[in-house]
């Protein structure tokens, strides 16, 4: 507008061509005219009225000000981006412009700035909005209007501002006015909220203003829009203001403005707001609609963060209070009649949940007592919505335990008041909210059918005052029955009012009519249950199945409370048809019947003493039973005696607990509790039937099956009335006296638990806490907490406890019971277990706070305290399921991160942490992980459960942080050294397992080496999921080739895995494939890759030749593997030695292909283990063919030899050093191949062990004895000893080589396979070998030493096998077998076979230990004429007659194998 051009008649152009201004021009008029006073303010009136109508201030500061002021501009003035505004255009010259603006147009300089302000400010709301219906500003807008309001502070600081005039002029723009400005407004102090609306003249149309705004502004919060915190701010600011103006006391301003609008606005705002809600919620709004999200919004403003600093004011309470009488009134459509109907469908699961919140929000803010007297004020004073009403009131039932009280006692005024007055709408009011509040089931209300009984089921009801109430109550309950459900008819003819005879008329009436409603809705009267659950979904229940459920409830009623329910005694009474034609067969349906007599047959005994059961009835239940047996003689033993003895001690036990209870709250009764203790202990071991004597004897320690407890049905109710009784007396005691003033009552209850009824007290418990747990009510939490305390208390009195295979050898005492049954596994069970231990921690602290400090820890066990330290925190976290975790995943692993680092990691050691040392944290993990696996709680205990690694899925969790402090162990050490050890020591994982291995106990019988073969398993898994790092380190050294980590892993492998992880002279895959590739890695980063592997290999060959057996064995598998990672690093080919293992198998491979085998390459024994793998995989009939082989090999080796010494003989002669050369390699092969079929043959004998021992062997033992027996052939063919394959010691090479590959209970079963090949002796063998009289008869003796010790039943065959390997299936007749082949070959043996027997005798017990006396009396068995020097003849052996030699060797291995049998037992 500055550079506005008007014609030139307008523009006043001068002679000089000059323009003149607007002041000029006026001033011009001015003096044309007559100075007429009356007319001049008549001008200046108008031109104010004109001005203030259609100013434009920035061409009016131009005119004003000239050509010097054209760069002064609104525009810039708002523009935050420019600095104009604050170089040469500052607020005080703008101010000052404006004041001689205002005194030369005659206008206030405030009315003029307000103006301007508003003008300006309609400019920033007109921009460009993002919605239709946009409340916020965008950024550009906020910034500007920032820039505005600096300047209107400016104006109202120096008094240059029209508040009033602003909030008028800010009206005239109200459809473009954002909601957003008039908050800035109010908040930074330029006009307020109150000002604001006070000057509005249509309160009606603000109000709906207001209310438009907030509709839009709650739906951007709700969709997450960019600045929702600001809008947050705004509607936290707004309600905040209509709350505390709308609901004050004196809403009296004290201001300029009138201070009766304000209050009328804000509550007419929250009002429409609230109605908005509910119609909303009443037309089904949609979920996640716009709709929707408003209302959820607005029903957020009810909390307590919304309303701020006014929370501490009387107005919220007040603004509740209105808001509860507006959702209780609004649109009372519904009548009583539909509410009765319908009610059903209104509990608090089915309400719909935005108003069930709006409900819990006001709850906050109201006391039970103030909603519950509001309610009834409501109901009594207005019409209402029905539906609201009774969610209402299901809410207050569900949420408040107090409310169950109070509704009740406001449901009997209004009874009181009904039938005294005949007032209908209280009789309405209290059905209605009796029968909702039952809707929410027995915890929150008594039933419907209870309440009914007690209300009108005795003289004392309301009906029994006159003849007028009875009236009025039948006419009441008449006038429902069209609308009544079958389930309130059902309770009011099966539990009629009490009526007096001359007025039976009037209920017989009703109850006709009920009845012809159910027939006309075709229910039946019969169809309802004994504990009908009328809060259901479903209608009615089908009577054979509610009976079923009838059954069920009844007798567990009848285990708590060992009496048969009253509600079957009343049924048996007042609804006899259903009670026997259908209760009754539900409950006699026949079966086998237990040995043990359960609960069931103990309640059926208990009806037909009580006359329940119909003899007829009873004695078909019985015949029925009987038939169901497989045999009829067994019959009988299902069926329990008469416990008629056992009912009558056990109701005397129930009285004198009742009557204990009765003395807790009385004090005056204090001093007779100790008799009342000592009755009932005496009735409690009658109700047991334990004697007098019983008591007496002392129980050294208590058998308790944690996983599963189980009690007879008589110790069951005994033991379950001591400690219901317990708990009550406990809640009792305390409602009078705090615990350290209860006296010793507690004490002396718990000491009658001490006797010989603890251990059912105990196994009880079990079933209570670690079985029931979570369900247990807070009574019984606090009760059992408190007997916890108090076996503490006592804890030098009592027994340990043997909890099963977690603790075999020690056990427990009874406060540390606890620890076992408190589990931590689930979220039930996780926060079930907080309140136990919080409980009994407060109980201990009130009952001893006079005590100190250790008696107070005395009658604590630490598992209920929590301390934990690293190692019990451990052990709680390896319980977690993840699948029922409190804690998602991700939680779950930050949760361990933090505690491990950052919470036990830098603790101290004496506080229960680490000393910051990750070594240590490490150490006790993997012992945490050892434990968990061993511990009962590890493993479902289920009939098919399996052990799999750590039992749980939770281990993993706690793998993984194990692998992150191994990892983070090995970027700590010094690059110079390798990685987790130092070059005397090696990796303190393989310390943890030789440490715990020493701890094992050591021995073969079964149950040691199952404990120690699942020790070594864990040990196994425990590596796989490590670096292979750990097993051989991350480089080799120069200096150091063999690191300590090599040694300690042979070592490990050499003692135990060897014994326990390998089957058949190898390895499992997974360990040997991990050793592999940490060894390539460690040796690809030393400085000559290849020498180091082949240095490696080759020790191993010495020192672990185990782990190149497995390679062989795995090789196909391994081979790739292997072969990609040397190439990824090296382009040379495979190391020599690993070449050799590659040489081996292909070996192996052409061997048994049908073509010519190719040579063996060395060294002999990898050759034949490579082979024996090989022959594994053929076919039996294959196997003797291809062995040929061997054979022809040896014909070629002797003409070779032939050959070469003829033609040295001849043309040689003077080549004498390559003679030697040629000669060396020629016996070498031969050798070689010699030496090839002996290892040949002892991998063949354990192979054959392995068959025998391994129940899932891929190896039958009959094609296993087919291989040693072609190989022995082989062996007698060619005259190659193989004795010494049977007396392998570790001071002789081979015996160090191959005690290393076979496992040690294969070596000690080579007797077993010697005499197992009794037949594939060759005879002339037997008498040429010096040696093999000697070791036949060591074998003999060391088979009848493994007999006495049990261990040849290991190698019985299998079963599901048809196995005969001739005879021997039987270890006995092995032994026969065996002692018969000695006593025939004895006599046949030379004389210098005997040499070495006294050798033989002395190596095996009792021979060892005998004296002269035992030597004389062993050799007086010898024929006449025989003296022995060392068991060596001077006689010639020939001078025998067979006879002879044969009585002589029978009675002296049968001497032996006596003394040998003795001396084992004495042993022993």
């Known amino acids: 507008m500055a550079g506005l051009q008007v014609p030139n008649s307008a523009s006043g152009q001068g002679p000089g061509g000059r323009r003149r201004s607007w002041a000029e021009l006026l001033a011009g008029r001015l003096k044309r005219q007559k100075c007429n006073p009356e007319r001049a303010q008549k001008l200046k009136d108008s031109a104010v009225r004109l001005l203030r109508s259609h100013q434009d201030l920035t061409a009016l500061l131009l005119e004003v000000e000239g050509p010097p002021c054209k760069k002064l501009s609104l525009s810039k003035l708002i523009d935050c981006d420019s600095s104009e505004i604050y170089a040469n255009h500052s607020s005080s010259f703008i101010g000052s412009t404006l004041q001689d603006q205002a005194s030369r147009l005659g206008v206030p300089v405030g009315v003029l700035s307000a103006g301007m302000v508003a003008s300006s400010v309609g400019q920033v709301c007109t921009a460009a909005a993002e919605t239709s219906h946009p409340v916020l500003l965008t950024v550009e807008q906020r910034k500007k209007l920032s820039s505005l309001l600096e300047f209107a502070q400016y104006l109202l600081a120096h008094s240059m501002f029209s508040r009033l005039s602003f909030c008028q002029e800010l009206w005239k723009i109200q459809n473009s006015l954002l909601l957003e400005v008039v908050w800035h407004l109010h908040v930074q102090g330029i006009v307020s909220l109150e000002e604001l609306l006070e000057s509005h003249p249509d309160m009606h149309a603000v109000g709906a203003w207001l209310f438009r705004n907030l509709c839009c502004l709650c739906e951007q919060i709700e969709a997450s829009c960019q600045h929702a915190d600001v809008a947050r701010a705004m509607l936290s600011d707004f309600v905040q203001m209509f709350v505390l103006r709308g609901f004050q006391k ?220 009875l009236v009025f109550l039948f006419t009441f309950l008449s006038d429902l029955v069209p609308f009544e459900s079958p389930r309130y008819l059902q309770v009011h003819i099966l539990h009629p009012p009490l009526v007096p005879s001359k007025y039976r008329s009037l209920l017989t009436d009703y109850i006709s009519l009920a009845k012809t409603r159910l027939a006309d809705l075709k229910v039946s009267i019969e169809s309802m249950g004994l504990y009908e659950d009328l809060s259901s979904a479903g209608d009615i229940t089908e009577p054979h199945s509610q009976a079923l459920q009838d059954v069920e409830k009844a007798i567990m009623v009848f285990e708590h409370t060992g009496k048969i329910p009253v509600t079957v005694m009343e049924a048996s009474i007042f609804r006899r048809p259903y009670y026997v034609s259908h209760f009754l067969p539900a409950l006699l349906t026949p079966r086998v019947l237990p040995k043990v007599p359960d609960s069931r047959v103990a309640f059926i005994e208990s009806l037909k003493r009580a006359d329940k059961i119909p003899p007829s009835l009873y004695s078909t239940y019985c015949q029925a039973c009987s038939a169901a047996e497989e045999k009829p003689g067994d019959a009988a033993l299902g069926v329990r005696a008469e416990p008629s003895s056992a009912e009558e001690p056990l109701e005397q036990l129930t009285a004198a607990l009742v009557e204990l209870r009765s003395s807790m709250t009385d004090p005056s009764q204090s001093d007779v509790i100790s008799a009342q203790v000592a009755v009932i202990s005496e009735r409690l071991r009658a109700a047991l039937g334990h004697n007098e004597d019983d008591s007496s004897a002392e129980i050294s320690k208590i058998q308790l099956s944690i996983n599963a407890p189980r009690l007879e049905p008589r110790e069951y109710t005994a033991v379950d009335l001591l400690l219901t009784s317990f708990c009550q007396n406990l809640m009792a005691a305390s409602s009078v006296a705090p615990p350290e003033r209860q006296g010793p009552w507690a004490t002396l209850f718990m000491r009658t638990m001490c006797g010989c009824v603890l251990p059912a007290v105990l196994t009880r418990l079990c079933q209570l806490l670690h079985h029931q747990g979570p369900s247990l009510s807070a ?36 406060p540390a019971l606890f620890d076992s049954l408190l589990t931590c596994r689930t979220r039930d069970s996780l926060l079930f277990c907080l309140k136990f231990c919080t409980a009994a921690i407060s109980y201990s602290l009130c009952k001893f706070s006079s005590q100190s400090r250790d008696i107070l820890h005395s009658c604590l066990s630490p598992g209920l305290i929590k301390k934990l330290t690293y190692q019990d925190w451990l052990h709680l976290e390896l319980e977690i399921q993840p699948e029922a975790d409190a804690l998602s995943d991700t939680e779950r692993q930050d949760f361990h991160q933090w505690a491990i680092y950052e919470h036990f990691l830098p603790k101290s050691s004496a506080s229960g942490g680490c000393d910051g040392d990750l070594e240590a944290a490490c150490t006790v993990l993997v012992n945490a992980l050892m434990d968990f696996h061993h511990s009962s709680r590890s493993y479902d205990h289920s009939e098919n459960s399996n052990l799999v690694f750590g039992g749980r899925t939770g281990n993993e969790d706690i793998i993984s942080r194990l692998q992150e402090m191994v990892a983070d162990l090995e970027l700590q050490q010094d690059p110079s050294v390798p990685l987790g050890h130092t070059p005397s020591q090696g990796h303190f994982l393989f310390g943890i397992f030789c440490r715990r291995l020493q701890a094992l106990t050591s021995g073969w019988n ?286 002789d090479r081979l015996g160090r080589l191959l005690l290393r590959v076979a496992p040690d209970q294969h070596t000690r079963l080579l007797p077993f396979t010697f005499y197992s090949l009794l037949s594939c002796f060759h005879d002339d063998a ?51 077998k065996a002692r018969l082949f000695l006593l025939q070959l004895i006599p046949r043996c030379p004389k210098k076979s005997f040499s070495h027997i006294a050798e033989v005798t002395s190596r095996h017990p009792p021979w060892a230990t005998w ?54 037992a004495t042993q022993r």
């Open 1326 to 1376: 037997a008498i040429r070998e010096e040696a093999f009289l000697h070791v036949a008869v060591d074998m003999y003796l060391r088979l009848v030493q493994l007999f006495v010790a049990g261990d040849t039943s290991t190698v019985s065959p299998p079963a599901g096998r048809s196995l005969e390997l001739q005879g021997q299936g039987n270890p006995v007749e092995l032994i026969t």
């Open 1411 to 1464: 004296g002269t006396r035992e030597i004389t009396a062993a050799w007086a068995t010898c024929p006449p004429g025989w003296q022995c020097e060392a068991t060596v003849s001077a006689r010639a052996p020939s001078l025998w007659s067979e006879a002879q030699w044969t009585a002589w060797a029978e009675d002296l291995l049968l001497s032996h194998s006596c003394w040998l049998i003795v001396g084992t």
């Open 1006 to 1291: 079964v149950a040691a080496r199952l404990q120690r073969q699942r020790e070594l398993l864990m040990y196994k898994r425990i590596l796989l999921r490590l670096p292979s790092s750990v097993l051989c380190g991350s480089s080799f050294q120069a200096e150091q080739p063999i690191t300590a980590r090599c040694e300690q892993f042979f070592h490990l492998v050499n003692s135990e895995m060897r014994n326990f992880c390998s089957h058949g002279g190898a390895l499992t895959q997974d360990i040997t494939a991990h050793f592999f590739r940490g060894l390539l890695n460690a040796c690809l980063r030393s400085r000559d890759p290849s020498l180091t592997v082949d240095f490696i290999l080759a020790k191993c060959q010495t020192k672990c030749p185990l782990i190149l057996t497995s390679a062989l064995l795995w090789w196909p598998s391994l081979e790739p593997v292997l072969l990609c990672q040397w190439r990824r690093h090296c382009q040379s080919p495979l190391p020599r030695e690993l070449q050799k293992l590659q040489g081996g198998r292909q070996f192996a491979s052409d061997f048994l292909s049908p073509d010519a085998a190719s040579p063996a390459p060395n060294p002999a024994w990898l050759s034949a283990a490579a082979l024996h793998f090989a022959i594994q995989q053929v076919r039996e009939e294959n196997i003797r063919k291809q062995l040929t082989k061997l054979d022809c090999e040896r014909e070629e080796a002797r003409e070779e030899i032939l050959l070469l010494t003829l033609f040295s003989q001849a043309w040689f002669q003077s080549m004498q050093l390559l003679w030697a050369c040629l000669m060396s390699c020629v016996f070498l092969k031969t050798n070689m191949r010699l030496g090839l079929l002996v290892f040949l043959f002892f991998f063949s004998l354990m192979g054959l062990l392995s068959s025998h021992l391994t129940s899932n062997s891929a190896t039958d033992p009959s094609k296993a004895l087919d291989v040693c027996a072609a190989v022995l052939e082989c062996l007698e063919k060619r005259k190659i000893s193989w004795l010494a394959l049977f007396q392998l010691t570790e001071s």
């Open 779 to 814: 009574p019984h939490v606090l009760g059992l907490a408190a007997l916890a305390v108090h076996l503490g208390e006592s804890r030098s009195a009592l027994p340990e406890v043997d909890v099963g295979p977690s603790a075999p050898d020690a056990g427990l005492p009874v």
């Open 250 to 469: 004196n809403s009296d301003l004290r201001r300029t403005v009138e201070p009766e609008k304000m209050p009328q606005v804000a509550v007419d705002v929250l009002q429409r707001m609230l109605i908005f809600a509910l119609d909303a919620l009443a037309a089904g709004v949609q979920e996640e609609s716009s709709t929707h999200k408003t209302v959820r919004c607005w029903f957020g403003v009810f909390s307590g963060h919304m309303l701020g600093s006014v929370i501490s004011t009387d107005s919220p309470k007040r603004f509740f209070s209105h808001t509860l009488t507006q959702i209780l009134t609004h649109s009372p459509l519904l009548k009583a009649s539909d509410a009765v109907q319908m009610q059903r469908e209104w509990s608090f699961a089915r309400t719909h949940p935005l108003l069930t919140a709006l409900y819990r929000r006001l709850f906050v803010m109201l006391s039970p007592e103030e909603l519950v007297g509001h309610l009834q004020e409501v109901l009594e004073t207005q019409e209402v919505h029905w539906q609201r009403v009774l969610s209402l009131v299901s809410a207050l039932v569900v949420c408040f335990p107090e409310a169950q009280q109070l509704l009740g006692d406001w449901v009997a005024r209004l009874m009181a008041q009904a039938f005294e007055s005949c007032q209908l709408d209280s009789m309405v009011t209290a059905f209605l909210v009796v029968r909702q509040a039952a809707l929410e089931g027995p915890s929150a209300f008594q039933s419907y059918a209870d309440w009914f009984k007690a209300s009108f089921g005795s003289t004392r009801g309301y009906h029994g005052c006159s003849k007028k109430a």
